[in-house]
């Protein structure tokens, strides 16, 4: 139980997740396996490096042992995620034994992180790219054939890979990531991103929506659009000096398609706007659901991680999106035993998520992270045992409001958009509805595809599950 929750990542289910689209053609001959971890961020990368590399002729493999190139896009977010990424480049090593000419490359967070030091430290390792270097990698790959080591880990200002059309990971057709802006700006003090991902940057919008309208026309129904916190997207058109915010894209990509669902991540509190919920409630297909990590319940501990709002300012903001969206899913990012946490900090958490009622939440607990401005400034004082105990009090609770939001469901008909099949049957559909929560039915005789909306009625449910049957 412990080691599910020591390293929850945004989607547990996707870590190390081998890519690979379409049918294999690698007209050089040469062939890229790539593995990705962490964010959903690191995902949408992987599949930039994937298009950067097929426009040089390489193609894609799952077969490690038939790679000429093989990558791994690292997460540094907490110890354990790269303690994950040394483990796995261990097993690398038997391969290479066995194929001398493979190259081994370290792409993104970690890379960024430990720099050159990552070569001294992995021998096997040959190049190493940070996340807006990645169109030096057929460069890097080419001085690493020569025999020599490839470092590039120059961050930008204003790299967003715009111009760069990602090659699906070709999972289920039907949702899709849209990377809307680069890096962070915020200097949470627990986290490593502002170093290893640079300043914040917003792409072209004009991109963006060439992007969404793209994914429509190829039968994509979902997109989600990415960034490290939207809300502070600002992009101005120099040619008609429009400007657009967060807001505006949002109504920009929702207007695209009555067909076409709208979904974004991550939310900081402190940015969200009015504008942004009433675009939301305007429009039926920007789904009905906000993750706006949290943290901390207390106030105290909350100005520690420099988080730039209070415990009630936070429920102020959820009261307002309760009001202006009713029916809102909500969730949340929550940290256990941030530096001098004490046990009545941790009991403002546990009635912040209770307050709160979140239908789901992604939870750690806090990892120091070399260079941060906690690891400056603050001794990481709270126990192990203590960190874990109250983690561990913390999921307990945020099980128990997961199932209680589902209850509240049964008897409610939703519109789902059909992802592929369930995982424990193929006699049954999984989707989504609105507020994110998956939705399990059985297919029956309806001529359902994946991709299609359908009403489902909800007469049960589990803990992460809501379980119905599709009315016609
Ligand atoms: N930008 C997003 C935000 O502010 O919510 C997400 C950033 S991060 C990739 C995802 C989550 O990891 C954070 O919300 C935080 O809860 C957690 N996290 C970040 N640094 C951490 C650390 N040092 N220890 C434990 N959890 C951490
Ligand atoms: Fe990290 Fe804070 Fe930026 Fe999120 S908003 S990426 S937690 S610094």
């Given at each position: 139980m412990l080691d599910y929750v020591t390293d929850r990542v945004q989607d547990e289910s996707r870590q190390g997740e081998v890519f690979a689209p379409g049918p294999e053609t690698a007209r050089s001959g040469k062939r890229f396996y790539i593995e990705s971890y962490g964010c959903q961020m690191?995902?949408?990368?992987?599949?930039?490096?994937?298009?950067?590399?097929?426009?040089?002729?390489?193609?894609?493999?799952?077969?490690?042992?038939?790679?000429?190139?093989?990558?791994?896009?690292?997460?540094?977010?907490?110890e354990k995620a790269e303690q994950t990424i040394r483990k796995r480049l261990g097993e690398f090593r038997r391969v290479k034994e066995r194929?001398?000419?493979?190259?081994?490359?370290?792409?993104?967070?970690?890379?960024?992180?430990?720099?050159?030091?990552?070569?001294?430290?992995?021998?096997?390792v040959d190049i190493v790219v940070g996340p807006d270097a990645y169109r030096s990698l057929p460069a890097l790959v080419k001085e690493a054939d020569s025999?020599?080591?490839?470092?590039?880990?120059?961050?930008?200002?204003?790299?967003?890979?715009?111009?760069?059309?990602?090659?699906?990971?070709?999972?289920?057709?039907?949702?899709?990531?849209?990377?809307?802006?680069?890096?962070?700006?915020?200097?949470?003090?627990?986290?490593?991103?502002?170093?290893?991902?640079?300043?914040?940057r917003s792409r072209d919008s004009a991109s963006i929506l060439r992007e969404a309208r793209s994914l429509y026309q190829q039968g994509y129904r979902e997109v989600t659009l990415l960034g490290q916190n939207v809300d502070s997207y600002y992009y101005v058109n120099e040619e008609t000096d429009?400007?657009?915010?967060?807001?505006?894209?949002?109504?920009?990509?929702?207007?695209?398609?009555?067909?076409?669902?709208?979904?974004?991540?991550?939310?900081?509190?402190?940015?969200?706007?009015?504008?942004?919920?009433?675009v939301m409630a305007r429009h039926e297909n920007i789904c009905k659901y906000i993750h706006l990590p949290?943290?901390?319940?207390?106030?105290?501990?909350?100005?520690?991680?420099?988080?730039?709002?209070?415990?009630?300012?936070?429920?102020?903001?959820?009261?307002?999106?309760?009001?202006?969206?009713?029916?809102c899913g909500l969730s949340s990012d929550i940290i256990a035993g941030f530096c001098t946490e004490t046990e009545e900090d941790h009991q403002e958490t546990l009635e912040m998520m209770r307050y709160c009622g979140y239908d789901m939440s992604y939870m750690f607990f806090y990892s120091e992270r070399p260079g941060t401005l906690a690891q400056r400034r603050y001794r990481d004082d709270v126990p192990e045992e203590t960190k874990k105990r109250r983690l561990l009090e913390i999921v307990a609770l945020q099980n128990e409001l997961s199932l209680e939001s589902n209850r509240k469901d049964i008897g409610k008909i939703f519109r789902v958009l059909i992802e592929g099949d369930s995982r424990r049957?193929?006699?049954?559909?999984?989707?989504?509805?609105?507020?994110?929560?998956?939705?399990?039915?059985?297919?029956e005789q309806l001529s359902l595809r994946p991709g299609d909306y359908v009403n489902v009625f909800i007469r049960d449910c589990t803990q992460a599950t809501l379980l119905g049957e599709a009315r016609a």
């Open positions: 690191n995902f949408a990368d992987s599949e930039i490096v994937a298009s950067i590399l097929g426009a040089e002729g390489y193609g894609a493999t799952r077969n490690l042992d038939e790679a000429d190139l093989v990558l791994i896009n690292t997460c540094s977010i907490r194929n001398k000419g493979m190259l081994i490359g370290v792409l993104g967070c970690m890379a960024e992180r430990l720099k050159s030091k990552f070569l001294e430290e992995e021998q096997l025999g020599q080591k490839a470092v590039n880990v120059l961050l930008s200002r204003e790299e967003t890979y715009g111009d760069i059309a990602p090659v699906r990971l070709d999972s289920n057709g039907i949702t899709a990531f849209i990377s809307i802006m680069r890096g962070c700006n915020n200097m949470c003090t627990f986290c490593v991103v502002p170093f290893t991902r640079g300043r914040e429009e400007i657009v915010t967060f807001a505006v894209l949002l109504e920009q990509v929702a207007l695209i398609a009555p067909g076409l669902r709208v979904r974004f991540s991550t939310s900081h509190p402190k940015d969200i706007t009015d504008e942004v919920l009433h949290v943290q901390s319940g207390s106030t105290r501990i909350l100005q520690l991680m420099n988080r730039t709002y209070t415990r009630e300012w936070y429920r102020s903001k959820v009261d307002r999106i309760r009001e202006i969206i009713p029916g049957s193929d006699r049954d559909w999984m989707g989504r509805n609105s507020q994110n929560k998956v939705v399990v039915f059985p297919k």
